[in-house]
Every structure is written in C-alpha cells, then in structure tokens.
C-alpha cells in the first residue's frame, strides 16, 4: 500500500521555520495515534541531517544503548560508552562540529511511562549542553495525557524549555478526496 502524505502544510512550515532559525529549538509534536505525527516528521527530516529514534517500551538502558547504536551509525564511529543522556549529547555535539541536525525522539511517551525520571534527565540536558547548540530536538508522543502532564504543563521539569509544539489533530474531512479522489461523497464520509 502507498501511503499518501497530504494536507500538513502549515505544519511542515512551522517545522521548516524552526529549522531555519539556527538555533537550539526543542519541538513537542504529540496528537492521538494514527493520525500521522511520524509521517510528518519523516516528511520533515528528508535530506537534513538527523537521527530518527523510535521509542520503546523496554526501559531506559535499553532505549539509551539503542539511541547510542543510532548516533554511532549517522557518526560512522565506535559507540560511546557511557550511559548519561547528557554526555552523549554532549559528544553528539562535538562530534557533529557544530553542524544543524535534527535529533527526534518518536514515541517519546513510551520512555517516561517507563520512568518518570525522563523529563528531568531532558531538562538537565537542555540546560547544561543543548541550549547553547544549533540542535534541533523533537519529542513526539501519541500519550495526549503525558505529553501534556509530563512534558508540557507547568509542573514538568521541561516546562519553558520547549520553543514550540504541535498539537496534530485529525485531518479534516476535505483531505479525505485528496487520499481517495475517486470515491464517491458518501465512501468518504464513511472512511471520515
């Protein structure tokens, strides 16, 4: 099956404009499952340099040594040995010299279920190594309820640290003829 990308526009542009900026930006994306966060994300990160992480619900040494394996793959080096999200970040830096990327964290939800430690690891890290980088960091998430609790309300330790989100919402229902323009009004309203 050929999966369409259509009608994230405004998105994608809200992205292309932080990727502009040069600067440290943190971007949380988060919205219901399916409704296409990582397609825009893959949109996104085509031709950047970037490394793309997928989450899972296997704990946080586990989720680290496979986000070291990923580093060392884009960098063509040994894996780092440490285990601190901080100096790994702090060696992705320095070994990228000062190079734009674009690291994502997707289903960023699935580590924090795991350990809720996570956001203040993030925090400690925003603060000490990445604020001052031309990094561009996404955590994206389907959790609605922890992305909004334990990334983006007050009481996160990430809290004043993201530069933007996206609250990705359902597309409407207009965006169903450009994915199926031969159906007929009625196919449409049922796939809607």
């Given at each position: 099956?050929?999966?369409?990308?259509?009608?994230?526009?405004?998105?994608?542009?809200f992205?292309e404009e932080r990727?502009?900026?040069?600067?440290?930006?943190?971007?949380?994306?988060?919205?219901?499952r399916?409704?296409?966060?990582t397609?825009?994300?893959?949109?996104?990160?085509?031709?950047?340099?970037?490394?793309?992480?997928?989450?899972?619900?296997?704990?946080?040494?586990?989720?680290?040594?496979?986000?070291k394996?990923?580093?060392?793959?884009?960098?063509?080096?040994?894996?780092?040995?440490?285990?601190d999200?901080?100096?790994?970040?702090?060696?992705?830096?320095?070994?990228?010299k000062?190079?734009?990327i674009?690291?994502?964290?997707?289903?960023?939800?699935?580590?924090?279920e795991?350990?809720?430690?996570?956001?203040?690891v993030?925090?400690r890290?925003?603060?000490?190594?990445?604020?001052?980088?031309?990094m561009?960091?996404?955590?994206?998430?389907?959790?609605?309820?922890?992305?909004e609790?334990?990334?983006?309300?007050?009481?996160?330790?990430?809290y004043?640290?993201?530069?933007?989100?996206?609250?990705?919402e359902?597309?409407?229902?207009?965006?169903?003829?450009?994915?199926?323009?031969k159906?007929?009004?009625?196919?449409?309203?049922?796939?809607?």
């Amino acid at each position: 099956m050929i999966r369409k990308f259509v009608n994230r526009k405004s998105e994608l542009s809200f992205l292309e404009e932080r990727w502009k900026s040069k600067k440290f930006e943190l971007i949380v994306i988060y919205g219901r499952r399916r409704i296409g966060k990582t397609e825009l994300i893959k949109q996104f990160i085509k031709n950047k340099p970037n490394i793309y992480f997928l989450c899972d619900k296997r704990g946080t040494l586990d989720n680290i040594s496979r986000f070291k394996r990923q580093i060392s793959k884009f960098l063509q080096r040994p894996i780092i040995a440490t285990n601190d999200l901080e100096e790994i970040f702090d060696y992705l830096l320095k070994e990228t010299k000062g190079k734009r990327i674009a690291v994502i964290f997707d289903e960023f939800s699935y580590l924090v279920e795991k350990d809720d430690s996570i956001p203040s690891v993030f925090q400690r890290a925003v603060d000490n190594i990445l604020r001052n980088s031309n990094m561009l960091l996404i955590l994206c998430g389907s959790s609605m309820s922890m992305m909004e609790i334990g990334v983006l309300s007050g009481k996160s330790p990430l809290y004043g640290r993201k530069t933007g989100h996206i609250k990705l919402e359902k597309l409407p229902f207009y965006s169903y003829f450009e994915f199926y323009p031969k159906n007929k009004i009625e196919k449409n309203i049922e796939f809607y």
